[in-house]
């Protein structure tokens, strides 16, 4: 084992493959967290490293799952200012971590339900513009089961009903959906992240419950596990935002409206589960019981003709 985590270097040597990514002469660094088939391995722990005169760069680096691990620098800076290039980065990764916002583009994304038959709907990352290759389904309410199925048929995506998570089909998911306050649940789910993969533990987590969760993917694979409640003004204004410019759509989470004598089976239906999605409570509207908008073009004829071809 050579060590040598973090380091620069100037190419002498160039074998026939890589020549067209690199040439004699060139000045590099190396984002050493090498991913090959989906898995990470540090340079200078499981490859040899850079505390030698001469080291041999393989396909596995110039060539990986990233692409080029190898990053030319500028010949006028010093090797020790490029070497430590990479703790740097460390530290501007540590304070800017990111996630997506959305499902992943082309991933895989597995959704673990509750049971019962509580409304969901998908808002994010589940639409023309982006979404899901696959999507795993396991416990998830019937309805809303429904509802996914319809709409991954429409931009066609593969659905997949899985048993149980003993019977997870694939290793590895970019996108894990939380919906049971399990521990046990989230922790053995939390096993199946991807590189760079989400879990979003989306059910209430009584505060105090404790689960034992394995967090090395955070820094061997950049995953992340996310969890929240409430928002502040920022996030108001970023939705209004959104959605002034079309690029979200509240809308779609609304399932009946009604007037104020509505209100109480409204909250009736929310409490039931009767609805999949919101209720929306008009109070200076004329007297309207609490109607479905899938009953709209019966009952509410002129209404319905002003929806879109999404049904908002």
Known sequence: MVLGHEFAMTIV??????????RVGDRLTLETGIV????????????????????VIGPEVYASD????????????????????????????????????????????WIIGAGGDRPYTINSGFDAGSHPTCLLLTDVPARFTAWVKERAAQLGVEVTEVPSLAACPVEFVDDIVVLDPVPTVIAEAGSHLAL????????????????????????????????????????????????????LSPNRSVAAVGSSSAARDGLKAVKGAALTGKVVIYPNIKELPLTPLAAFKEKLPTVYLRLNARGE
């Not at 040597?13 to 690199?22: A, F, I, L, S």
């Not at 190898?70 to 703790?87: C, H, Q, S």
Request: glycine share 16%; hydrophobic share 35%; net charge positive.
């Open 13 to 22: 040597g160039v074998d026939q493959g890589p020549r067209e990514r690199c």
């Open 36 to 55: 090959v088939k989906g898995k990470t391995y540090a340079y200078g722990y499981l490859y040899r490293g850079g505390l030698s005169q001469y080291s």
């Open 66 to 109: 990233l692409g080029n691990n190898l990053i030319k620098v500028r010949t006028d800076k010093g090797y020790a200012e490029n070497a430590l290039t990479e703790p740097w980065a460390c530290v501007v990764a540590a304070y800017g971590l990111k996630y997506r916002t959305g499902l992943k583009q082309g991933g895989i994304t």
């Open 196 to 247: 760079q993969g989400v879990m979003n533990i989306y059910a209430g987590v009584a505060r105090g419950t404790l689960a034992a969760l394995d967090l090395s993917g955070a820094y061997l694979s950049g995953t992340r596990i996310i969890g929240h409640s409430a928002s502040l003004m920022s996030d108001f204004e970023l939705v209004l935002a959104k959605t002034n410019s079309g690029e």
